[in-house]
């Protein structure tokens, strides 16, 4: 196998474009995900339309100890892994109290415990042979607190904070950290989330592009990179830092509540 990228969450969404463009450019994909039958129909895809070779781990990331056996899977493999793609994740619809506890647990443990926990056993061979890219799917969730989805745009702010903090570790290394910041993208996350009829979660971006503009920016070894956005959200993105804390909170509240039908 050659240039082997192990991407999770790779049968749907942003996941499965990522492994699409991986395996257009001729790369081999170790996929990762729960779904054992889109795993299969990924992998008969991209061997049928590339010629590439699939690797399927049918795996629940919410598991303890599922990052330890997905790293287990790939060594006892004996696969060299040049791009891990940390893609996986899930999002919820609520107020924080009101919500189901093992839910955002199994939240946390998916978008934060997994993501890191990944990188951890994957950067050191990396940084011991010189080589190796990292793209962590964060979320421009990450820049906002965000009532109603208290969590996940936590996890997601955790998941920036920590992609940006190795960068800076890594300044001195030919390894890579890039984080991806999607706006609300068509992915089924708004289905899955209880996010229908919000005004926020409206107009939703492309998958292919967002996954196109996270793997340039990973391949040119960039730091950050926003996909996804209408240029009115990236203005007032950018004014966040300047704005009342209180004026934010209600605008994001206000964006995430359920309209009536």
Excluded: C
């Excluded at 999607?182 to 919000?198: C, D, I, K, M, Y």
């Amino acid at each position: 196998m050659k240039n082997v990228a192990l991407i999770t969450g790779a049968s749907s969404g942003i996941g499965k474009e990522l492994a699409t463009i991986h395996a257009e450019n001729g790369n081999d994909i170790v996929a990762v995900a729960s779904n054992l039958s889109r795993l299969q129909d990924l992998r008969d895809e991209l061997d049928a339309e590339y010629g590439v070779n699939v690797i399927i781990i049918a795996q629940d990331l919410t598991e303890e100890g599922a990052a330890k056996a997905v790293f287990g899977a790939v060594q006892e493999a004996g696969i060299e892994i040049e791009y891990l793609m940390n893609n996986a994740g899930f999002g919820g619809h609520g107020k924080f109290h009101e919500r189901d506890w093992e839910q955002d647990a199994r939240m946390i443990q998916l978008n934060v415990v997994v993501l890191t926990e990944l990188t951890r056993l994957f950067l050191p061979i990396f940084v011991e042979r010189k080589h190796g890219r990292i793209l962590n799917t964060s979320s421009t969730a990450s820049l906002v607190p965000g009532p109603l989805q208290a969590v996940y745009y936590a996890t997601k702010a955790y998941v920036t904070s920590f992609s940006n903090a190795l960068a800076g570790e890594l300044h001195d290394s030919p390894v890579t950290v890039t984080n991806l910041m999607p706006g609300a993208t068509n992915t089924g996350f708004v289905t899955s989330s209880g996010l229908e009829g919000t005004d926020m979660f409206s107009d939703l971006g492309s998958p292919v592009r967002v996954a196109k503009a996270g793997y340039d920016a990973m391949m040119r070894g960039e730091i950050d990179v926003v996909s996804g956005l209408r240029l009115s959200h990236r203005i007032t993105l950018s004014l966040v830092p300047f704005l009342p804390k209180r004026l934010v909170l209600s605008q994001v509240r206000e964006g995430q509540e359920v309209k009536a039908r």
